[in-house]
């Protein structure tokens, strides 16, 4: 190597006071780390999602990336956290009390052998009947439930749906299914957040890919029900949502619109009040993703803050043809709704000039 391909680094007394930082020359970027008495120097951008390696934390000799916690050898750039995979690293020169650093890289990058996650793909309608999504947020004892209203109406605007509707049907119940609440990547940067959810990417016990999967790839309509828990709809709701943020986010990030077509309504049961406010944040949080709405876009029933008569409740639920009625009503609707987007969403039949009907965005 000649002299000129060598950069001076600094110090080598004030380098070694960090353990590791991000060297930024230009557009190359390295993690520059220094343990046991020894520099080691990678390549600052991870593999994974392009995050800042020098502005993780050194473990093991391991550079972990701060975004996500994929981690490099600090020597060699071999992925410490996946059997493949490597980002260069850089040779290193003591010299008159300095640290110089080769800007050729000693070793390639190695891409990771990993597939693409199933949730990679590009959200592509098959063809069949109208597919209707339940979605359960009551938590409950699973060893011992108890009767929920608002599963309860759901249910029955799901059988309406199959049976007079002619729909395909899903339930999924959030209070069976095992996954982790948001662990708050979008706080670091919006893309940090990344589409599939790097916790769904990580952990293959994560269940809420069921949910990822029902909601862009299969159902046309999404039914929402959720009891009513201090004003507000259950921790369940929200724990949901904290983890579809990455939908929204692939908007603004990416650009990339993952729900089109599709539409949500909601089932509201509670012994509270603040109907309007719960059917309110439902509706902006659905509304953001890209989901439409059909007319009265909500059912919902409470015996206000003073009743505290549960089982009083519970029985005039079940009693009520109007909130049965209703529940098929909205059911009808979303179909309707959905049924016209797919629709229009067809290419136009083909004109003698050969026209064809611009697919919107």
């Known amino acids: 190597?000649?002299?000129?391909?060598?950069?001076?680094?600094?110090?080598?007394?004030?380098?070694?006071?960090?353990?590791?930082?991000?060297?930024?020359?230009?557009?190359?970027?390295?993690?520059?780390?220094?343990?046991?008495?020894?520099?080691?120097?990678?390549?600052?951008?991870?593999?994974?999602?392009?995050?800042?390696?020098?502005?993780?934390?050194?473990?093991?000799?391991?550079?972990?990336?701060?975004?996500?916690?994929?981690?490099f050898h600090r020597h060699t750039g071999q992925c410490c956290t996946e059997t493949t995979g490597a980002v260069p690293c850089f040779h290193l020169k003591e010299e008159g009390g300095d640290l110089y650093l080769a800007l050729e890289p000693a070793t390639p990058v190695v891409p990771s052998a990993r597939p693409p996650h199933p949730l990679a793909r590009d959200p592509e309608r098959a063809p069949g009947p109208l597919r209707v999504v339940g979605v359960s947020t009551t938590i409950?004892?699973?060893?011992?439930?108890?009767?929920?209203?608002?599963?309860?109406?759901?249910?029955?605007?799901?059988?309406?749906a199959r049976e007079q509707g002619g729909a395909e049907t899903r339930l999924l119940t959030l209070n069976e299914l095992n996954f982790r609440a948001c662990e708050g990547y979008y706080s670091k940067g919006a893309e940090t957040c990344t589409w599939p959810c790097t916790i769904t990417q990580q952990d293959a016990d994560d269940q809420m890919q069921q949910l990822?999967?029902?909601?862009?790839?299969?159902?046309?309509?999404?039914?929402?029900?959720?009891?009513?828990?201090?004003?507000?709809?259950?921790?369940?709701?929200?724990?949901?949502?904290?983890?579809?943020?990455c939908i929204q986010n692939q908007i603004t990030v990416a650009n990339r619109v993952l729900i089109r077509n599709k539409v949500a309504a909601f089932i509201i049961t509670g012994g509270q009040d603040n109907i309007q406010a719960v059917a309110g944040q439902l509706l902006m949080f659905f509304g953001e993703l890209g989901f439409q709405f059909p007319q009265f876009p909500f059912i919902a029933h409470s015996r206000g803050w003073t009743a505290e008569d549960m089982d009083t409740?519970?029985?005039?639920?079940?009693?009520?043809?109007?909130?049965?009625?209703?529940?098929?009503?909205?059911?009808?609707?979303?179909?309707?709704?959905?049924?016209?987007?797919?629709?229009?969403?067809?290419?136009?039949?083909?004109?003698?000039?050969?026209?064809?009907?611009?697919?919107?965005?």
């Open 140 to 160: 409950m004892n699973r060893q011992h439930p108890r009767f929920s209203t608002s599963d309860y109406l759901l249910e029955i605007a799901l059988a309406h």
């Open 212 to 245: 990822y999967e029902a909601l862009i790839f299969w159902g046309d309509v999404v039914l929402v029900a959720t009891p009513i828990r201090w004003g507000a709809p259950s921790s369940l709701y929200f724990k949901m949502a904290e983890r579809m943020n």
């Open 1 to 71: 190597m000649t002299t000129e391909q060598w950069h001076k680094l600094g110090p080598v007394e004030t380098l070694r006071r960090q353990p590791l930082q991000q060297i930024v020359l230009g557009e190359l970027r390295i993690a520059l780390s220094y343990a046991d008495g020894k520099f080691g120097a990678i390549a600052g951008t991870c593999l994974h999602d392009g995050g800042p390696l020098g502005e993780g934390t050194l473990e093991n000799d391991c550079v972990v990336c701060p975004w996500h916690g994929y981690a």
């Open 313 to 361: 409740n519970v029985a005039q639920v079940r009693a009520s043809a109007e909130l049965r009625d209703g529940s098929c009503a909205l059911a009808g609707r979303c179909l309707a709704l959905a049924g016209a987007l797919l629709r229009a969403d067809q290419p136009a039949a083909s004109t003698e000039r050969g026209g064809r009907k611009a697919h919107p965005i």
